[in-house]
């Protein structure tokens, strides 16, 4: 597992920025939890794999499944033990073998997040994950401290690492979503169609 700083000097592209010089949402820099793994796989199959979501359980200890409920809104649980929690993300902004961000739909605790996948000199991929936590009430007081940044950050460090196993055993991605998202919308490369008037007969 290589620091994050590694990663930034193997591919000197700064974060919020796509190769194609779009300038995407401002990065997360304030009061999160960072941590960056190099993967020995191309950026094209570790980016197609981490979104198929509902494979996170095969290798994950604390996802228990990802339900999709919108394009662009999943719901996760996590849980460890007896113990679980629901809660459901909205994907804000995706571009393909690069950035993914999220945001949480719930209000007490909330966090945002995001993904970046940059090849590495040797054709690999830098996986790196930030997350920034946003508790209400008593909850701000506990993520403060720096035993509990300690802790996300050791479990984010430890998914990462077996999510870099389960691709590198796999060896190729087992599904693929190439879309792009922009502001919570999925970005349609053709208008749709205007819809009909005219109402449907029943069929069957």
Known sequence: MAHADDARQVVPNTPGTHTDGVTRRRPLRERHVEETVRIAVPVRTAYDQWTQFKTFPRFSDVVQGVEQIRPTVTAWTLGYGP?????????VEQDPDAYLAWRGLEQ??????????????????????????????????????????????RLVRGELGKFKQFIEGLGQ?????????????????????????????PVG
């Not at 000199?121 to 300690?150: F, Q």
Request: net charge positive; no cysteine; hydrophobic share 35%.
């Open 83 to 91: 113990l679980r929690h629901r809660f459901a993300i909205e994907i």
């Open 173 to 201: 991605a087992g599904g693929a979503w190439r879309g792009t998202i922009r502001n919570g919308r999925v970005q349609h490369d053709r208008p749709e169609p205007p819809r009909s008037r005219v109402a449907q007969w």
């Open 108 to 153: 007490h605790p909330s966090h945002q997040g995001e993904v970046e996948f940059r090849p590495t000199g040797s054709g690999g991929t830098a996986l790196t994950v930030r997350l920034l936590l946003e508790p209400r009430g008593a909850a701000r007081i506990l993520t403060r401290s720096s035993a509990a940044t300690s802790l996300t950050a």
